[in-house]
């Protein structure tokens, strides 16, 4: 099996093309500056790459790009897209509707064209690319879809609650939903692995540290507050 992974930002698309068997990737690459002057890069596994100064008008055709480039004879590493079984995409804010990854229907993609106000820089390009790989794969091909906000669904409202006026929270759904979370899951489950415990017998504080920061505290598996 082998699975596309798209990262869609406000103005870049990332991905990487993984071989689940192996559990390595393929290719990866990057289309950036979308809609300003547009820059691809593509990279295979063994070791051929490419690299062109393009117009890139929106996500749409930055995927184009992408999927030309896993097909390519020369920065190829399948012979149709066929071969790919399902795709991937991290979503910023899944807002209160979302608590686990799901794969993507139309009521799918409705919720998440709601959660634009609350994440505008990300989840409209999230939308874009997922509409994008409907017109290239068709809609029979699985597409599923992970929440950076979902891990910290279990949060309780002490937590989550601004101290601001209660009808802010009801009116615009602002409150804390934290960020990060694919990133704080996956560092939790493997401190605990190599700490030969359970998760859920672990009281644990995860760093996410990058162009955005982010401290998240857990105790027995979930998430008890983030920054």
């Known amino acids: ?7 869609a930002g406000s103005s870049s698309l990332k991905y990487q093309l993984i071989d ?32 062109i100064t393009t117009e890139i008008d929106d996500h749409m055709a930055a995927f184009h790009l992408v999927t030309d480039a896993l097909v390519d004879k020369e920065t190829g590493v399948i012979s149709s897209l066929d071969e790919i079984s399902a795709i991937g995409h991290r979503v910023v804010q899944g807002g209160a509707a979302f608590d686990k990854s799901v794969l993507v229907t139309d009521e799918v993609i409705h919720q998440i ?8 820089l990300h989840n409209g390009p999230e939308v874009t690319a ?18 950076d906000t979902s891990f910290h669904a279990s949060m309780p409202p002490r937590a989550y609650m601004y101290a601001i006026p209660y ?22 489950l493997h401190c605990a692995h190599l700490m030969h415990q359970p998760l859920e017998d672990i009281k644990m504080i995860t760093c996410h540290i990058g162009n955005g920061s982010s401290i998240t505290a857990i105790l027995n598996g979930k998430v008890i507050d983030t920054s």
């Not at 099996?1 to 990262?7: A, G, S, T, W």
């Not at 068997?21 to 300003?36: F, P």
Request: aromatic share 12%; hydrophobic share 35%.
């Open 1 to 7: 099996m082998k699975v596309l992974v798209i990262n």
């Open 20 to 51: 689940m068997n192996t559990e390595k990737w393929l290719a990866k690459g990057v289309c950036d500056r979308i809609g300003v002057d547009g820059v691809f890069k593509h990279k295979t596994f063994d070791g051929r790459e490419k690299k």
């Open 113 to 120: 064209e709601r959660l634009i106000p609350l994440a505008p």
């Open 130 to 147: 997922i509409l994008a790989c409907q017109k290239v794969f068709g809609k029979e091909k699985p597409q599923c879809v992970v929440f």
């Open 167 to 188: 009808e802010y929270y009801e009116k615009y759904h602002i409150r804390r939903y934290g960020f990060h979370g694919t990133s704080h899951r996956y560092v939790s």
